[in-house]
């Protein structure tokens, strides 16, 4: 069995989800259809003519990618030029496009947490908020016999987080009141007799992002035909997700040494450094993508080095006069996201007992080369 194209999209957007991203992102599904069985994926950084190539060669039925292939509206569709000719040929092919781009930055285990993990980063926090989490209270009255069920599918559906501690409930023992109307058919009671029934008042929180997830399995494990429940936003706030990682290095190294962390850590032959190589590097940012305007923000947050890409020739040199290094292992280190989101992606079909296949794109979509 296949999974349809918003099961793998649902999947993906619990990832990274689309809230999210920064305002103004292109991101979600930028062409073609979800509407139909996806028997393969195929997880690229950029979408260009070669990807597009190679995923004609595998079939694949969706491209999931980090960068957009619509920057700006489009104001006319010129099949005789470079993007109309691409935007074409996935039209022709049925091949749909979904970005998931600064929503997979900032996602908890997402672009940024990858990067610093595979630099030896132990963050410490972000560089800059994006998105705190709305935290919502939900109630729900349930029959005794029901409560642990119901109990249970809440909590395990992902409500009940209070800082480090999880599966945080109260729960009350009352009455419930209710005479079922005509043509109704309760679990409890006769229609148009009053019941009384022992039932359970059960309170938790639920984060934003699996507000819906929780409420449906509520629904799912409630014996009632008509549920009693309420949901209702509260002032304090959960989580904050931002852009950015910043920690201590799990050792301490030189710049020189660290540089070389960085080439293996993110599969690059290249790097461009600003900043004294013997220098003692204990406390480490990194940002996926364009970090020049994080520079500053990497020195207040104690960094002794900021790893990101498209450092311009002034920013350097702001730098060094601030006295913090960078290293520039280029955007296409980013490409980290292709074997990690395939990875993800592979488990949740595979959960769902889908067979459709997911492909990590070989092409090297860097559009520079070092000489």
Request: glycine letters at 8%.
């Given at each position: 069995?296949?999974?349809?194209?918003?099961?793998?999209?649902?999947?993906?957007?619990?990832?990274?989800?689309?809230?999210?991203?920064?305002?103004?992102?292109?991101?979600?599904?930028?062409?073609?259809?979800?509407?139909?069985?996806?028997?393969?994926?195929?997880?690229?950084?950029d979408?260009?003519?070669?990807?597009?190539?190679?995923?004609?060669?595998?079939?694949?039925?969706?491209?999931?990618?980090?960068?957009?292939?619509?920057f700006?509206?489009?104001?006319?569709?010129?099949?005789?030029?470079?993007?109309?000719?691409?935007?074409?040929?996935?039209?022709?092919?049925?091949?749909?496009?979904y970005?998931?781009?600064?929503?997979?930055?900032?996602?908890?285990?997402?672009?940024?947490?990858?990067?610093?993990?595979?630099?030896?980063?132990?963050?410490?926090?972000?560089?800059?908020?994006?998105?705190?989490?709305?935290?919502?209270?939900?109630v729900?009255?349930?029959?005794?016999?029901?409560?642990?069920?119901?109990?249970?599918?809440?909590?395990?559906?992902?409500?009940?987080?209070?800082?480090?501690?999880?599966?945080?409930?109260f729960?009350?023992?009352?009455?419930?009141?209710?005479?079922?109307?005509?043509?109704?058919q309760?679990?409890?009671?006769?229609?148009?007799?009053m019941?009384?029934?022992?039932?359970?008042?059960?309170?938790?929180?639920?984060?934003q992002?699996?507000?819906?997830?929780?409420?449906?399995?509520?629904?799912?494990?409630h014996?009632?035909?008509?549920?009693?429940?309420?949901?209702?936003?509260?002032?304090?706030?959960?989580?904050?997700?931002?852009?950015?990682?910043?920690?201590?290095?799990?050792?301490?190294?030189?710049?020189?040494?660290?540089?070389?962390?960085?080439?293996?850590?993110?599969?690059?032959?290249?790097?461009?450094?600003?900043?004294?190589?013997?220098?003692?590097?204990?406390?480490?940012?990194?940002?996926?993508?364009?970090?020049?305007?994080?520079?500053?923000?990497?020195?207040?947050?104690?960094?002794?080095?900021?790893?990101?890409?498209?450092?311009?020739?002034?920013?350097?040199?702001?730098?060094?006069?601030?006295?913090?290094?960078?290293?520039?292992?280029?955007?296409?280190?980013?490409?980290?996201?292709?074997?990690?989101?395939?990875?993800?992606?592979?488990?949740?079909?595979?959960?769902?007992?889908?067979?459709?296949?997911?492909?990590?794109?070989?092409?090297?979509?860097?559009?520079?080369?070092?000489?």
């Open positions: 069995m296949f999974a349809k194209g918003q099961t793998v999209i649902s999947y993906m957007e619990q990832l990274a989800p689309k809230y999210l991203a920064v305002p103004d992102d292109r991101i979600g599904l930028q062409l073609g259809s979800l509407q139909k069985e996806i028997k393969s994926i195929l997880v690229a950084l979408v260009n003519d070669e990807v597009v190539e190679e995923a004609i060669r595998i079939k694949a039925d969706l491209i999931i990618a980090h960068h957009a292939i619509i700006r509206p489009l104001k006319a569709l010129n099949t005789d030029q470079p993007a109309g000719r691409l935007y074409e040929k996935l039209i022709k092919n049925d091949i749909a496009v970005i998931s781009h600064t929503n997979l930055d900032t996602a908890e285990d997402g672009m940024n947490d990858w990067m610093a993990e595979a630099l030896g980063i132990q963050s410490e926090g972000t560089l800059e908020d994006v998105h705190t989490e709305q935290l919502f209270k939900l729900v009255f349930v029959p005794k016999t029901h409560h642990q069920r119901v109990l249970d599918a809440v909590l395990n559906a992902g409500a009940g987080h209070i800082g480090n501690y999880s599966h945080c409930s729960n009350i023992d009352g009455y419930g009141t209710f005479v079922p109307g005509k043509g109704t309760p679990f409890l009671g006769e229609p148009g007799k019941e009384r029934s022992e039932e359970v008042r059960i309170e938790t929180i639920v984060p992002g699996v507000r819906n997830k929780v409420v449906q399995a509520m629904l799912k494990a014996p009632y035909e008509e549920v009693a429940y309420d949901l209702y936003s509260m002032d304090l706030k959960g989580r904050t997700f931002g852009l950015g990682r910043v920690g201590k290095l799990k050792e301490a190294r030189t710049l020189r040494e660290f540089v070389d962390v960085v080439k293996n850590g993110l599969n690059v032959e290249h790097v461009r450094v600003v900043g004294d190589l013997d220098r003692r590097i204990k406390k480490a940012a990194v940002l996926g993508g364009s970090g020049s305007r994080y520079v500053n923000k990497s020195l207040f947050k104690g960094a002794d080095v900021l790893v990101t890409g498209d450092i311009d020739y002034h920013t350097a040199h702001d730098a060094l006069m601030a006295g913090i290094a960078i290293i520039d292992p280029g955007h296409n280190a980013e490409k980290i996201m292709k074997p990690k989101t395939a990875e993800w992606m592979r488990k949740r079909l595979a959960e769902g007992r889908y067979s459709t296949e997911v492909y990590v794109s070989e092409v090297d979509t860097d559009p520079f080369q070092f000489l």
